[in-house]
């Protein structure tokens, strides 16, 4: 049972564009919300993350929007550039459990 | 701080054979999560230590053993290697288990041939 579904799989954005990735979840009991970043031959990184007492945190380009009662989160990529072109991973945690990730999503930011 | 570290990069074995995945740490960190990549599908939890002295199995555990030597140090290994462990591996850490944000290692690309 995927807890976490993540879409789209992949997405071609022109630069200076917006790029959104969509999240949702089913344990309710989650409480903690990270995207991260992944380059090519890299390990993940955290990106930015979200607990559900607010619903939206944004750091510079980067901005989640929390959705409560649909169970829904997504990432929001403003003035996207070529150097955003990396895979994607929300994930989901809750207290002293561990973290259940989406299937990521392949950004690819066209100059 | 090196953060986390992976030994090897990568490995290329024959089926059946045996190896061992090293992963160390050095932010203190309680918690050591051992994940596996394949294409389309994201990051599987194999096993983790939420402290030193506990190991618990993951999503895909079958197949794999895994170690906590010390607070640093979480070893992965594979026993009796097959192709469908062909993969990436990467090593995690967190300050507790699961809440808080989770620091990757490079990884390991491992081939079974």
């Known amino acids: 049972q995927q807890q976490v579904k993540q879409s789209p799989q992949s997405l071609i954005v022109q630069k200076g564009g917006i790029s959104i990735i969509n999240c949702a979840y089913e344990?309710?009991?989650?409480?903690?919300f990270p995207w991260y970043q992944q380059f090519p031959g890299k390990g993940p990184a955290l990106l930015i993350a979200?607990?559900?007492?607010?619903s939206e945190k944004k750091e510079g380009r980067f901005t989640i929007s929390f959705n409560k009662s649909a169970k829904q989160f997504s990432l929001h990529i403003m003035d996207s550039q070529p150097g955003d072109s990396a895979t994607y991973f929300c994930?989901?945690?809750?207290?002293?459990?561990?973290?259940?990730f989406g299937d990521g999503t392949t950004l690819t930011v066209k100059p | 701080n090196a953060g986390v570290t992976q030994t090897p990069k990568f490995q290329v074995l024959k089926t059946g054979q045996s190896m061992t995945l090293q992963c160390a740490q050095d932010m203190n960190h309680n918690s050591m999560y051992w994940y596996r990549q394949d294409p389309g599908m994201g990051l599987r939890l194999i096993y983790y230590?939420?402290?030193?002295?506990?190991?618990d199995k993951g999503e895909v555990p079958n197949g794999y053993n895994v170690s906590r030597l010390n607070k640093r140090e979480f070893s992965l290994r594979l026993e009796s290697a097959a192709p469908s462990q062909t993969s990436v591996y990467f090593c995690a850490s967190s300050e507790s288990n699961g809440k808080e944000t989770q620091y990757f290692g490079p990884g390991t690309r491992l081939l079974v041939l």
């Open positions: 994930a989901a945690s809750k207290g002293a459990g561990k973290s259940t």
């Open positions: 230590s939420a402290s030193e002295g506990t190991t």
């Open positions: 979200i607990r559900p007492d607010v």
């Open positions: 344990n309710t009991a989650f409480d903690y």
